[in-house]
Structures are given as structure tokens and as C-alpha cells.
């Protein structure tokens, strides 16, 4: 197993923020902390230029796992936007040696202000214009850049709830789309991680790893509260204090016998500049003992 960090565990969401840590300090201390592999993040975070990335890369000795696409392709008209995204995050991550694009569900509640932006449920139709956009995606992503695509269920997403997450595998193609497994997604809305490993291990493409805080989660649900509000009460938390337990996790995606990244992703923004680091390097710490040495 491969592990790395990305940007989200530097309280980074946008592409450029004053209340986030600029990108050099990001790549300066994800390589302090013991990591050798990141995700892009947000499109701009780092440069888009792929020779300038990768003399960044290079001088922190960091190389590339994936990039991130957000999709809203239940909504008509779409395609144009996402696969503008596309075209510069599908060429830069190849261009940097990265194998996957990570994509994420658009939030049915604002990013920043929490408030709704359109129905929590979709359509039937809906569905289908998704999960048939989703296979035309992966399918035109592998044949024009030769990457996997991994989607990533999410809080406050449409693809949330495990049972969500069960409809949108068995409604697309694994030829072209597999899962983000994020254990910490998962676990916000009650899933059971090992019970999506053990019923559907030939889709689990990837890994997010990352807890969350029972109680913090079980109060986010009782109130209705929105995924930023959540983050802001620290729902979050670093391994071990929280849900689910990576180790047995580890093992059994360790079990598929195929490579796989599993990426930290603590969602922490905002965050104060000297949090993420101590953070970074005592998960780092873990996740290698729980692989006994099998870190890479």
C-alpha cells in the first residue's frame, strides 16, 4: 500500500484562501512529516504549469497520486463545465506521473455558507443523467489521459449514505468508474467501510483515509447542521481518537492483492497555520504501524 497526504490536511478547500496555508508551506512540511505522495487538491492550489510542478515536486522529493474534478453532471448541460476541469487537471496529473482523477459530487448546500443550493434528493432521472454521466466521464478520461477514475461519495452530497454509495456502483460501469473509498464520508453518515470492502472489492479503486468524532457526527445529524459547520466543531478528528478503525481496514483492502493509495485526508478548514504538521506526523507514525512496516 501507497500512502500519502493532500492539501484538504492542510485546511485547503479552494484555490486560493486567505484563512489557508500558502502551497510552498504545504509541500515543505508534507514532506517534513514523513510523506513521499499527494493529490493536487483544488485546481490553482499548486502550479498548473506542469514543468513549474514539477520542479516543485522534484525539490521536495514528492510525487503524484491523483488529481480532483468536482461533478455536478446530474444537472442538464453540465458536461461542458466538468470537462473543462477535465482538461487541465486529467493533462497536468498525467504530465506529473499521477494515475487517478479523484471525483467529488458538488454539494446540494453551499461550500462556505452551509445554506441549500438545490434539493438534498435527486430525481430518478437525475440519477440516470448522473451515473450515465459518470460512465462517459471515466470512459473519455481513460482514452484521452490514460487515468482511473475514482468517485468520492461525500457529506452533503447526493451520494452520501451508504445506501447511496451501493445504488451508484451497481448503476455504473467498473470498466470506466470505481470508488474512493472515504472512510471518514463513510463513517459521517453510519456506513460500514469493511462491508463495502468485503461486497465489493473489485470497485474499490482507492482509499481516503480519515476518522470521524461519533459525537461530534451524531449531534451534526440530530441538528441538520451543514458539512463546513461540522468540520468547524472539529467532527474531524486525527487517527486513533475516531471512527472507523483504520488497522483492520488497512488489512482487509491489503488483502485485494493489487496495488492501492491510500491518501490522509483530515478535513480541517479552517485551521491555524501550525496545527496541520504535528498532526501530519503523528498519523504518518500510525498508519506505519498498523501496516507493520508496509508503508511506502
Not at 492539501?7 to 486567505?18: E, I, K
Not at 504545504?26 to 492550489?45: K, M, S
Not at 497536468?92 to 459530487?105: C, F, K, N, Q, Y
Request: aromatic letters at 10%; charged letters at 25%; a negative charge.
Amino acid at each position: 500500500m501507497t500512502i500519502g497526504s493532500a492539501p484538504d490536511s492542510w485546511g485547503v478547500w479552494f484555490a486560493d484562501d486567505p484563512e489557508q496555508v500558502d502551497p510552498g508551506r504545504f509541500l515543505d512540511e508534507v514532506a517534513a512529516a514523513g510523506y513521499t505522495w499527494i493529490e493536487l487538491g483544488p485546481v490553482g492550489y499548486l502550479p498548473t504549469d506542469a514543468n513549474a510542478l514539477q520542479d516543485q515536486l522534484d525539490a521536495h522529493r514528492l510525487k503524484v497520486s491523483a488529481g480532483t474534478v468536482f461533478e455536478h453532471l446530474h444537472q442538464p448541460d453540465s458536461w461542458d463545465d466538468v470537462w473543462s476541469q477535465v482538461s487541465t487537471v486529467g493533462a497536468l496529473t498525467r504530465a506529473v506521473g499521477g494515475e487517478h482523477i479523484v471525483v467529488i459530487p458538488d454539494v446540494w448546500r453551499d461550500h462556505k455558507t452551509g445554506e441549500p443550493k438545490e434539493p438534498r434528493e435527486l430525481t430518478a432521472e437525475q440519477w440516470r443523467r448522473m451515473t450515465s454521466g459518470m460512465n462517459e466521464l471515466g470512459r473519455r478520461i481513460l482514452d484521452e489521459y490514460g487515468l482511473k477514475v475514482q468517485f468520492h461519495s461525500h457529506a452533503d452530497s447526493h451520494v452520501g449514505y451508504q445506501t447511496d454509495i451501493e445504488r451508484f456502483l451497481e448503476a455504473t460501469d467498473p470498466a470506466y468508474v470505481n470508488l474512493c473509498l472515504d472512510t471518514g464520508h463513510v463513517a459521517y453518515y453510519g456506513g460500514d467501510n469493511l462491508d463495502l470492502i468485503t461486497r465489493y472489492p473489485e470497485r474499490i479503486g482507492y482509499l481516503h483515509l480519515k476518522q470521524v468524532d461519533p459525537a461530534i457526527r451524531d449531534k451534526v445529524l440530530a441538528e441538520d447542521l451543514s458539512f463546513p459547520e461540522a468540520v468547524r466543531l472539529g467532527v474531524m478528528v486525527e487517527p486513533p481518537s475516531g471512527v472507523p478503525d483504520l488497522a483492520p481496514i488497512l488489512d482487509a483492502v491489503g488483502d485485494f492483492g493489487r496495488p492501492i493509495y491510500g491518501i490522509v485526508e483530515q478535513d480541517m478548514y479552517p485551521c491555524p497555520p501550525e496545527v496541520p504538521l504535528p498532526i501530519a506526523r503523528r498519523t504518518f507514525t500510525y498508519l506505519n504501524s498498523c501496516l507493520e512496516g508496509r508503508l511506502q
